[in-house]
């Protein structure tokens, strides 16, 4: 959680400074949703989200200096500088996507599950989106099938209260995301997404649920950014206060620090020696980042259909 939260920091830092174009997406605040999912899985499980995907990259187990330097557009990021922020594949660590369409991720991850199921190869496939794609109709076409033919997929939906710039209770007429999959007989519940110990115990459940042959499972997720919607967002549509509360009271690393120095006998100087260790993986991905370099325009058609 702290690798996330320090690399989405220093991508911020590196927006404003110009070295990152584009859209930019960041996962501050929702670290331990991705953390505790990815802790229930087995090797050969899929991830597939939307655009705010740094977080499940580097949960996956996908390099920050190969994340950070796709961020910068240079030819040494998993998609060879050409992708940007919001499209980054890694086949080797089944993370598949990173997509800038909202919602198309659902109808692609139910494909996923199909595959598994196709081949009985026993692997879940974990498809993530948002309470703003949970309103896309794909998501009901996906839940359908998935549910006809049981396909191994967890549908999480991470619920940061705002889409975009929208708060659910004026965008969603149903804000119990985890009803979403009732009238297709999936099973779903609410999580404390900012509580690292609820998601793994939930996300253990689910993907067995799923690995079993019982078919899909919805995990709403109820979890906070503290940035805006992106890195063009000033996030004028909610209060200092209500950010800071969340902040003092709710964040996942506080939360996990907190536990680790009262009940697990861990000192504060191991703590900071983790944090220092991981400020040093993120500073050789930023530096790495910044002077590796960009892709010959030989690439341009590489890897494009035309």
Not at 32 to 59: F, K, N, S
Not at 112 to 122: K, P, T, V, W
Request: glycine share 12%; charged share 25%.
């Amino acid at each position: 959680m702290l690798l996330i939260r320090r690399f989405e920091e220093k991508a911020g830092q590196m927006y404003g400074m110009g070295l990152i174009g584009g859209f930019c997406h960041l996962y501050i605040g929702q670290e331990a949703v991705v953390v505790g999912m990815q802790a229930a899985t087995r090797e050969g499980d899929q991830v597939i989200t939307g655009y705010r995907d740094h977080g499940h990259m580097i949960a996956a187990g996908m390099a920050a200096r190969g994340v950070m330097a796709e961020l910068t557009g240079r030819r040494g990021g998993y998609s060879h500088g050409k992708g940007g922020s919001m499209h980054m594949f890694s086949v080797e660590k089944a993370f598949y996507g990173g997509h800038g369409i909202v919602g198309a991720q659902v109808s692609l991850g139910t494909g996923l599950a199909f595959a598994n199921a196709y081949r009985s190869d026993g692997k879940v496939s974990l498809t993530y989106f948002g309470d703003g794609a949970a309103n896309q109709g794909q998501v009901y076409e996906s839940f359908n099938m998935a549910a006809l033919w049981k396909l191994p997929v967890v549908y999480v939906i991470e619920n940061n209260k705002y889409a975009m710039g929208t708060s659910v209770n004026r965008a969603s007429a149903q804000t119990d995301f985890s009803r979403r999959g009732v009238s297709f007989n999936i099973p779903g519940e609410q999580v404390d997404g900012m509580d690292v110990r609820a998601v793994y115990a939930a996300a253990q459940k689910a993907i067995e649920h799923a690995r079993s042959g019982k078919g899909p499972y919805i995990l709403e997720m109820l979890t906070y950014r503290y940035r805006g919607h992106s890195m063009s967002d000033p996030a004028k549509y909610r209060s200092k206060d209500e950010v800071q509360k969340m902040r003092t009271e709710h964040d996942p690393i506080e939360q996990s620090r907190a536990r680790l120095l009262g009940e697990h006998g861990v000192s504060e100087d191991e703590l900071k020696k983790i944090d220092s260790d991981i400020r040093d993986i993120v500073n050789e991905a930023a530096d790495f980042a910044t002077n590796d370099a960009e892709p010959d325009p030989a690439e341009l058609w590489t890897d494009i259909l035309k």
